[in-house]
């Protein structure tokens, strides 16, 4: 039975935690709502949000509430009957006056360091979607060349780093069953869970798997060493993302910031009970929730990743990969396609050349007959490939037309002519 309860307490606690941290969470902008977000209804209060980051100040605001109502009970009933007075002291606003500069710098330092991390922790983020990719696509370059059998596992194990460091970096392997399990096989997930369980990185397990693959690829070394490059800078990111994670700002500093808050608010009921007497509570309770709110932001983006949209990053990294491996199998033909175009009309061939192809000078230069620009024209030059990535010829189709010699020149004085024509244009 006390582990039925011990089991009902942590999940009911995880559960608030996760609920108290949705008003924070800093989902990706679509195009509505940058639109809704430049508009006056940004200043419309989202009920649920609202809700929510209440509830989550309550105890804070709620202890502002209830100094504010002894007080008040206190300069109604025990200072009539003889008791000290303690509600009457209008110099205390100045205190407050005098101190609230203090205050100020002390939550502003907070919030611009906590916006430093969190950005920090996004563009690290963003670097190892990008780095992954790049991981993938040298690989099918590199790798596919020999060992074609080795891209499926290397595009597993690739796939495995984001959804493996969010897992590492928020506590929780959800991340990999929800992202990695229609992807990798269920041997290959479960040694992963494992590693996400225990005291290793499941980051960098996958760092390690990759190594592996690539061992057995045979590479070049120059080959080797680029992907290597990737995959360390994705040991980069991972090691980053650790610092932040277990690295908080200064505890001194957070802790002298919430002490000078709570005793902020506790004392400045006192100073406010002379002049509005009974409204000090809604007064005191919204300044509370209002000064609480802007540290409460430094809080939150403090600790970046329960912020961050992980799950769609992570998706989005899943998905840019099957849509590379989607690919793969029509990027060689395409590519074969574009290196045998050498000229802008140019035709695929069966052999993988071109076709012959005429080049033509546009039609608004006016040219003297026995310009090299008119040689060009008459006897239009022809470009061929030889399909095996030698070295192109050119040939004129007509007897006496321009010579290969002449091609460089007559095409500069096109190009003066095109300069000379768009110029009179502008003019």
């Known amino acids: 039975m006390p582990s039925f309860f011990t089991c009902a307490e942590n999940c009911a606690y995880e559960s608030w935690q996760e609920l108290k ?7 990706p902008f679509t ?7 430049g508009t006056w209804r940004r200043y419309i209060p989202e009920p ?3 809700g929510l980051v209440v509830i989550s100040l309550a105890p804070v605001w709620g202890w502002s509430v209830l100094v504010s109502t002894l007080l008040g009970l206190y300069a109604t009933y025990a200072e009539p009957a003889g008791w000290p007075n303690v509600s009457t002291h209008d110099d205390l606003l100045a205190i407050f006056t005098l101190t609230s500069f203090a205050l ?21 983020l963003g670097s190892g979607y990008i780095t992954v990719r790049s991981v993938l696509r040298l690989c099918m370059s590199y790798v596919g060349r020999q060992h074609p059998d080795l891209i499926p596992p290397i595009f597993r ?17 959800h991340y990999l069953e929800e992202h990695l399990q229609a992807v990798m096989h269920p041997g290959e997930l479960r040694w992963l869970l494992e590693r996400g369980e225990g005291r290793s990185n499941p980051a960098v397990a996958a760092l ?3 190594s592996r693959l690539l061992d057995r690829a045979g590479l070049p070394v120059i080959e080797r ?81 329960r912020v961050l949209p992980l799950n769609h990053i992570c998706a989005g990294t899943t998905r840019a990969l099957r849509f590379m491996m989607n690919d793969e199998h029509e990027s060689p033909s395409m590519a074969a396609f574009a290196a045998g175009i050498s000229t ?24 003297d007959a026995g310009s090299p620009q008119a040689a060009l024209a008459n006897g239009a030059v022809h470009y061929s490939s030889n399909g095996n990535g030698g070295t192109r010829s050119r040939r004129s189709s007509r007897d006496g037309g321009v010579t290969a010699a002449q091609v460089p020149a007559a095409a500069a004085s096109l190009d003066v002519e095109q300069q000379r024509a768009e110029t009179q244009g502008h003019t």
């Open 21 to 27: 941290g949705q008003p924070f969470r800093d989902d």
């Open 31 to 37: 195009e509505t709502d940058w639109k809704a977000h």
């Open 48 to 50: 649920n949000v609202s």
């Open 104 to 124: 100020s710098l002390l939550m502003l330092f907070k919030t611009t360091s906590s916006y430093g991390r969190w950005w920090e922790a996004r563009t690290l």
């Open 157 to 173: 194990w690739t796939a495995a780093i984001m959804p493996a460091l969010a897992a590492h970096v928020r506590g929780r392997n």
């Open 208 to 210: 390690q798997v990759l």
């Open 225 to 305: 060493q680029q992907i290597e490059m990737l995959l360390s800078h994705c040991d980069v990111v991972v090691g980053a993302s650790e610092r932040i994670r277990s690295q908080p700002i200064p505890r001194a500093w957070n802790r002298h910031t919430h002490r000078f808050l709570l005793f902020y608010i506790t004392f400045l009921p006192f100073a406010f009970w002379p002049l509005y007497k009974w409204y000090t509570l809604p007064i005191m309770a919204v300044l509370a929730f209002l000064l609480c709110g802007v540290e409460n932001i430094g809080v939150q983006c403090e600790e970046p990743f």
């Open 344 to 367: 802008l009309n140019g035709s695929p061939t069966a052999a993988g050349g071109v076709t012959m192809t005429t080049v033509t000078p546009p039609a608004i230069f006016h040219m």
